[in-house]
T-cell receptor, first 111, second 112 residues
Framework: EAGVAQSPRYKIIEKRQSVAFWCNPISGHATLYWYQQILGQGPKLLIQFQNNGVVDDSQLPKDRFSAERLKGVDSTLKIQPAKLEDSAVYLC?????????FGPGTRLTVL | TQLLEQSPQFLSIQEGENLTVYCNSSSVFSSLQWYRQEPGEGPVLLVTVVTGGEVKKLKRLTFQFGDARKDSSLHITAAQPGDTGLYLCAGAGGGGADGLTFGKGTHLIIQP
């Protein structure tokens, strides 16, 4: 069974630029999560989808971050414009029952 | 905001030694999970504990959930270099929906 796929794996941009990350969850998993993991810290939930609907986006900085899951499968997370403090690994996870499966993450560096 | 405090933050020991890492919170969680994360990879679930006082064993790893479901510990017996990694505890049922609340993790290095 294929795992959660994310791309790109690495991205370097300058502040004020825009960036987008893509996630393909495990087939059949209805719930999808985006987490932000800053160096030296644990992951922090940004947004949770159930199929194509948002369940929780309370910790998403909505002035610059947006996410969508239009067909209830793949998802994209966008940052516009990026700030230096957005440098982090962005992890996507999908879940079956009570188990979340994480992708390898996208490491974003904002210069 | 519910927080999970993990200790120690860093631990470096020799192969064959035993160790315990802790995860503490002032809040009650419906369940608590332990993950291991290696560089360049996402966290991988090791175990889920649900019942207060529960103890689960996974080979040389023993996980315990506190009676009040606010804290947990991970004990590794006879640590091996392959145990090296970032150990994260995560609580469920604390924030919105079932998104996880993670601690900052314990960086464990097992030296041969």
């Amino acid at each position: 069974e294929a795992g959660v796929a994310q791309s790109p794996r690495y991205k370097i941009i300058e502040k004020r630029q825009s960036v987008a990350f893509w996630c393909n969850p495990i087939s059949g998993h209805a719930t999808l999560y985006w987490y932000q993991q800053i160096l030296g810290q644990g992951p922090k939930l940004l947004i949770q989808f159930q199929n194509n609907g948002v369940v929780d986006d309370s910790q998403l900085p909505k002035d610059r971050f947006s996410a969508e899951r239009l067909k209830g499968v793949d998802s994209t997370l966008k940052i516009q414009p990026a700030k230096l403090e957005d440098s982090a690994v962005y992890l996507c996870a999908s879940s079956h029952r009570d188990t979340q499966y994480f992708g390898p993450g996208t490491r974003l560096t904002v210069l | 905001t519910q927080l999970l405090e993990q200790s120690p933050q860093f631990l470096s020991i020799q192969e064959g030694e035993n160790l315990t890492v802790y995860c503490n919170s002032s809040s009650v969680f419906s369940s608590l999970q332990w993950y291991r994360q290696e560089p360049g990879e996402g966290p991988v679930l090791l175990v889920t504990v649900v019942t207060g006082g529960e103890v689960k064993k996974l080979k040389r790893l023993t996980f315990q959930f506190g009676d009040a479901r606010k804290d947990s510990s991970l004990h590794i017996t006879a640590a091996q270099p392959g145990d090296t990694g970032l150990y994260l505890c995560a609580g469920a049922g604390g924030g919105g929906a079932d998104g996880l609340t993670f601690g900052k993790g314990t960086h464990l290095i097992i030296q041969p």
